[in-house]
C-alpha cells in the first residue's frame, strides 16, 4: 500500500517540460467545497454576501492559490469587502479586495502537505460581496471538509455582523476594514460548540425599523425580515446581480438551532412608546412564524440585550404569544448582559472584543443546556 502511495505521489508532482510542477485549477462548487453559510454557485464563482459566508476543503499539495472576484465596490475604498483566508488555523490573508479578480498566493511548501482551507468574508453583505473565482493548486482533487455533527443559524443585525470589532475608539465611525464576523459574538459561539454556522445579518436593521437617530419615524428600508428568505442584501452587484434577488434554499443548510438576536436597532424608534412596543412584539410574532414555516424542526432560540436590554420583556412576549397561537413549544429566550464600560467600546459604541467574548461564553454555556451539547 506505502509502495503504490508512493508512486502515485511522484506522479501528481512530475514536472512539467520546462520544469515546474504541473498545477490544477478547480471552480469551487459545493461538491468540492463545504459552503460557510449562504453561498450561491455561479457558472464561474461561488458567491459570498452574508457576513462569515465562504468556503472550506482540504488538499495535499505544495503550491495553492485562491484567486477572489470583486463586486461593483471595488473601487469603492470604505465598503470594499474585507476577507480571511486561513491555512490549518493560520490566517495567512487578511486583506480588502480592491480589484475586479485578486490572486493570493496562500501555501508553498518543498514537500506535499495535508491542508485544511478556510475563506472567510469577514465583512457584511451590504456594503459588499465577493466571489471565490478559482483555486489552483498542484493537488490532483479538493475536497470539502467534513460536515460538523451541530448547526447554527445566527439571525441579527451589526452586532452579529462584529462591526467595528477591530477598531476599539467608539468615537470612530464605521467602514468595513474594522468589521470582523470572527470577533463576533456569533462566530465565537459556533467555534466553542464545534458547530457548523450560518448567520443571516444586516447592520442598522430590525423587525419594525432599522436604527434612526431622531426616533420620529420608522426607517422600514432597513427590516431584516425582508431579506431573511434572500441570499442577502447589497448596494453593490457582482456580475450584474444583487443577492436581494435570489432565494434562499433553505434544504441547502438545515440547522439544528436558530438564534435571534433583533431588536437593538427597533429600540431606537420604539423606545419607551407601549404602542410602538406592541408593534414589535407584533411583527417579531409573525416574523417568529417565518423562521418556523422555514426550519420545521430548529430549536428557536430569542435573545437581546448586549446594545441595551430594554426591548427584552417584548420578545418573551413575542416567544409567549407566537406559543400560544400555533401551539410550538420548541422555542425560548434568553436575555444577554448589557455592555459594560469597563469592557471598553468598539466603534459607534458597538460591542468590544472582550464584550463579544462575555456573550459567546453565556450564549455557549446556555445552548450546551439547551440543547444538550
Known sequence: MKIVFTLLLCLLLIPTANGETAMNTFTPTWENVKPLGRTQQLEDSLWLCFSGTGAEFTAECTQLSITMAGDSAVSAPANRTRLAIEVNGLRVVDDMLDAAEKTYAVWESDAPQN?????????????STCAIKAITTDAASIQPTPARSRRIEFIGDSITCGYGADDEVAEHSFTTATENVTHSYAYKTAQALDADYSMVSISGYGIISGYTGTGESKVTAQLLPTYYEKLGFSYAWYQGQTPANVAWDFAAYTPDLIVVNLGTNDDSYTRDD??????????????????????????ILCTLGIMGDRLYPQVEKAVAAYSGETGDTNISCMKFDVQLFSDGYSADWHPSQKTHTKAADKLTRHITQLMGW
Do not use: C, W
Request: net charge positive.
Open 115 to 127: 491542508l485544511t482551507v478556510r475563506i472567510i468574508k469577514l465583512s457584511e453583505t451590504a456594503m
Open 274 to 299: 407601549p404602542e410602538r412596543q406592541e408593534d414589535y412584539r407584533a411583527q417579531y410574532t409573525e416574523f417568529l412564524k417565518v423562521i418556523r414555516h422555514n426550519n420545521p424542526e430548529a430549536r
